[in-house]
C-alpha cells in the first residue's frame, strides 16, 4: 500500500536526520526519492552517508520543482554532494568507481539535502559544506 507523502510541518529551529546508505541501498530510485522526499516534507535537514546516481539527483531536482506551488508552504530543496572523488588521484578513483559498482552506490560521499524553507544556501568547497540557514 503506497504511502502518502506528508505536507510540511512547522518547527521551530531545525532538526538534523543521518540516514546510512544501507537503509536506501535495496530500494528502487523511486522509492529512494519518495523517502528523500517525505523527510524534506518533515523540514529535516537529511545527512546521506554517500550519494544518489545522477538520475536520481536529477528527478528529485525534477519531483520538487514541480511540487512547488502545488503543496501548500513547501519551497523546495537545497542539495549538495562531497565525495572523495574530489580530493584524489586517477588511481584512487578507478578503485573507488570499482567499490562503488560492487556496493551499489558511491558510499565514500556525504549527500546533504534540506527543505529550502530552512536551509537558505549551502556552499561547497573540496574540503568542507557550509549549511546557511534560514531566520
Known amino acids: 500500500m503506497a504511502k502518502k507523502i506528508q505536507k510540511p510541518r512547522k518547527i521551530n529551529g531545525f532538526a538534523i536526520r543521518f540516514m546510512p546508505y544501507s537503509e ?77 559498482s560492487l556496493s551499489g552506490g558511491d558510499i565514500g560521499a556525504v549527500t546533504i539535502i534540506g527543505p529550502a524553507s530552512v536551509v537558505k544556501e549551502i556552499k561547497r568547497d573540496p574540503k568542507k559544506i557550509e549549511l546557511m540557514l534560514n531566520k
Request: aromatic share 4%; charged share 30%; proline share 1%.
Open 24 to 100: 536506501i541501498k535495496n530500494l528502487t530510485s523511486t522509492e529512494r526519492i519518495k523517502k528523500i522526499l517525505e523527510i524534506a516534507f518533515e523540514n529535516y535537514i537529511l545527512i546521506l552517508q554517500g550519494r544518489l546516481r545522477p538520475e536520481e539527483e536529477t528527478r528529485l531536482i525534477e519531483d520538487t520543482m514541480a511540487m512547488i506551488g502545488h503543496v501548500k508552504s513547501f519551497k523546495g530543496i537545497e542539495l549538495a554532494v562531497i565525495s572523495s572523488d574530489d580530493q584524489t588521484g586517477a588511481i584512487d578513483r578507478i578503485k573507488n568507481r570499482i567499490v562503488m
